[in-house]
């Protein structure tokens, strides 16, 4: 887990993506949360898709 989410900072919580993941991962959390009121809770659930 990242560690802007709450995550460690460490080596094992540092990826590569691509610019265009980065994009796409970007709209598609703002679109999920762009009714959440301030400060409102939220859980992410991530699901590795990829291989090491």
Known sequence: ??????GEY????????SFSELISFS???G???KDLK???KV???IKKTWKD
Do not use: C
């Open 31 to 33: 679109f999920q949360i």
């Open 27 to 29: 709209g598609d959390l």
């Open 10 to 17: 460490k080596i094992s919580n540092i990826g590569k993506i």
């Open 43 to 45: 859980k992410l659930n």
């Open 1 to 6: 887990m990242p560690a802007v989410i709450g």
């Open 38 to 40: 301030v400060g409102q």
